[in-house]
């Protein structure tokens, strides 16, 4: 809807379609002898920046204007009040603007409206990241507005190259998100597509970057993602000086990166601030870590069910001996205590922190302790699945799609052995390797084999090589299509 | 006639060579002839001859128009192969005591289901990386076997025109390669490469491996199963470390990449729909049936396979290049 | 479509037909006595308890076992196999059917095998590692028997139990053809390097092998086959031309009693022979082959030093 020049009604129809909302305020003003109005949301501007900016220099206005539009026109290219200032004429981009934080200038005469960025929202301080936690690295993370996390972007990268671009999501919500790249590393083709996918977002709103991940990537059933998170903006901008996008939510503290190589979820910061060679000791253990939280319980069942001529004498007679009270089947066993493990972390992740640490604490220890000394489970099953879990906590990134596989590898493990789980490994590989997102597939550099880079995966080479002959993940797109 | 070059998908040198190399080495796992040196012997000059007729394939690959009849033999074959070697992945789960004989097929199926659908680049990846896994299985196998080996083993009698012949058959996939090769990337080395690539797993390390395998076998050439699992069953660090668990996944993970491969072919296109995906794969595994109930190993089939992928290439470059002097004594004319 | 597959593979999944493994029995020792009626017997290593049982066939034996026990039986940790029938005629089977493992040991035992176990007066697999490891007898795994059975000669050398000792015999399609001498089997063991020690008395002063590198040659000298075991040996004794003589009869009496007497190949003579460029040795039967061994010649050529 477009404004007229008729205050009083423009006033009143802005009423009528916030539905007289009592959070816009409007504050009646002449000035220079033409009526004018000042809207604001309450809690959304800084009260000190209006004083300051918005009404000494508009109360020192001496001059006289022929209309209101004369006026706004004179403040809008003679005064510098506010580094963010725009003109509007639509009814509906104003109320974005007035939701956003901008104070609105109505003015009678004018077919327009004059918005001044004075944001002064209160919002979470700038804090370490909780979910990825370093030691050497920086330790600011996102915080939830968005420009604040443009400008701890743009703090770390100073470069021409870096450009961002906003863009309004959610029908509803309206939500701000901000596309970063650098823009020699980066094709335009790719942004351009970015850009498509998120101008189309079939959504009424965007709370989380969980919102947005699901139609960026190919397809909903992917257990690993093509996309990655992050909190942290030293991450990101490592990302982009590789090519790849940022994507920022207002809102959330975690950005969304494309795209996001299965191999990199096993990097993390601190690798680059160890010495090489116990950075890559520590990815090697990542890599067992890994295998040991999806194929651990799996192998073991298979072992013990099927194949009991691959664990040791000794070992398996202790595990018969322990299996001799337990009234389950090993495989129900296995899934019951992995059900539980699930069950007890996921009550001490929603609870307070103070009461979160004592459920972990009484689920872990005394309903293990109590299970196994009362028989219905066994003392192997229970180190195997813990192991197993514990291992999982290496490689958090990929939590969700281990607690999916491991029931998964346990039932082909309990139903065909060795190789029910080399069946189940070969659709877990495919699903990886059929998994591309805007045409990188996430199984590089293994395959396709790109074997420069492998000095980042199969070890963390010093930063001289490293650093020779920068890796932009274009490569991969590259060969992929070639 | 229509004539057809195939471009999608396109695989790299390594990709390609990486499925023939599972698919030769899925065959491998399965076959049930006892390792001799004759063997080694046999199945190197085998290479050598197969690399030879295949250069100049390489070379004339712009030339080849494929049609479809030819287009639809070569589907044809590939199907057909892939029920010898579902049969002989299943005849190693058995041979191996596998358990849950009735029920591994139905899975072996379902998850054949799913990656068929997958995209065939998909295949290509999942190649490469198994690749990296068994050559690093590959490089541990003589560190442990080589401890008990006999080298005088390697003079037991055995049949080096047998090998070579077996290796033909073993090594049908090869009659895709015109099929691939027009799938290959546009650059200029990539099918050489490939080529190269293949030779030289197939050339040397597999002949290398029945070497090591004779060795450590001995005389136990009346052996009937696979001579690759007695060699892992004998090898001495494989009391306190059993490296089977391992080898056995790989077994099956080849199975699965060699027929889902073989299968893509029969039905290339990337977003088949279910039903021909499913009617196709049925196809297979009830041909693989017959084949294990009939106690037949595919030996006429692999042959008739490997001749059409070495022969009907040159026939149809033949043919065109007939033609095309045809057409151009019309034109002068 | 992707919905269906996974329905498709938990079900299958779910059909499964897991094992308990609370009731599976495992053996350390199996007997079995292919006499008529054929009998069983396992030694279960979780309860330390015998079980026998009467199967239709000895190759059977598993089927009645389980039976017996009403339990499944695991038999991938047994490491002893005691048989009083011809291994010719049972190893093959159960090998073929993955019974046993490859390198499972075998001892024979003349008479009633599941008795003696009953009876807790078996050796143990501990019993055969020791003798192998100090020299008394050369490493013989089930694998090895039967390669020895199929190829070579068809003649197989199998550990026995014989008066409370442990020894070797010869076996071939028929059955039992001798039993070697306690020198013999010490021969073998030099020959076949599988010891870790390998101590005797030399005119009753300790002897001690360091090291041993032997070699096995084969020419032919008109049409007759002649064999000649060379190296040097390493000792360590103070009665050095004793231990040479003893060293050498030793090996002198492993190819007597095994190639010269009884026409057994256990020490890769066939392929010797052909490494050598004997041509009879790639063309002729398992019989013809071991006709000539009876008739070739054996040289020993030992180079024995401190």
Known sequence: MKLNGNLEETLTRLQHMTGCSDDLILSRVTLCGIPCALLTCEGMTSAGLLGELIFDPLNGLQQTFPDGAALLRQIYDRKLLSADSTLTNDAGTLLTMLYSGFAVLLSEGANAALCFGIQGYASRSISEPSGELNIYGARDGFSEPVRVNMSLIRRRMKSPALTFSLISAGTVSQTDLCLCWLRDRVPASLIAEIRQKLQTLPLETVLSSGYVRPFLEESDMQLVHSIGTTERPDILCAKMLEGRVGILIDGTPHALVIPQLFCETFQTMDDYNYPPAYATLLRWMKYGAALLALLLPAAYLAAALWHPELLHETLLSLLTEAEQTVPFSLAAEMLGILFMFETVREAGLRLPKAVGGAVGMIGGLLIGDAAVKSGLISTPVLTVAALSATAGFVIPEHHAALTVLRPLFIFAAAAAG????????????????????????????IAPLMPRRLQDILARVGFRRLSQGNFRVSEIREQAEE | MQQTTPCTPRWSALQTAAILLLCRLSAFFCCPVPYTAAYAKGMFAAVLVQAAMLLPLVKLRHLLRIPVPALWLFRLSALTLAAVRTADAFRLMKQLRCPAPHLLPLMFLAVLLYTVSRPQAATARTAVLLLVLASAGMLLLPVSGLRAAHAVSLYLPGNAKGAFLREFRQSAELALL???????????????????????GRGAVLPLLVLLGTMQNGRLTNWQGSPFFLLLARTPLSDAVRTDGFWLLLAVGCAVLCVTFLLQQAIPQTRTPALPRLSVLLICTGAAACFIRTGYRGEGLGIAAAVTGAGLPYLLLAVQGISNKRAAFRRTE | MRKSILICLLGTMLLTGCTDIRTRKSPDVLAIDSGNPARTAMHATQDDTVITAVPSHPLLFRTALENAAGAEISAGHLSLLLLNGNPAELLPGLLQSQEIAPTCKVLYVRSDPCGLLESGGAPTAGQLDAAVSTGQLPVRTADLVYADLSGGSGVSALPAWQQDTLTLALFDAQGICSVLTETACRGLALLGGTYDTFS??????????????????????????????????????????????????????????????????????????????????KTCTQMQWRELLKAASFRVDLRVSV
């Open chain 2, 178 to 200: 015109p099929v691939l090769l027009t799938n290959q990337k546009p650059k200029e080395q990539y099918a050489p490469h490939a080529l190269t690539a293949v030779c030289i």
């Open chain 3, 200 to 281: 005797f008395n030399a005119d009753s002063a300790p002897c001690t092998v360091r090291s041993a590198s032997l070699r096995i040659s084969a020419n032919s000298v008109r049409g007759r086959l002649c064999f000649t075991v060379s190296g040097s040996i390493r000792t360590e004794t103070s009665h050095l031309p004793a231990a040479e003589l003893l060293l050498t009869e030793m090996v002198s009496e492993a190819l007597t009693q095994t190639a010269q007497d009884a026409g057994a190949d256990l020490l890769f003579l066939r392929e010797t022979a052909l490494r050598c460029g004997i041509s009879d040795a």
């Open chain 1, 418 to 445: 060795i190789p029910g789980i080399a069946l189940a490994g070969m659709l877990l590989l495919y699903h990886i390797c059929g998994t591309e997102v805007f045409g990188f597939p996430v199984s590089a550099p």
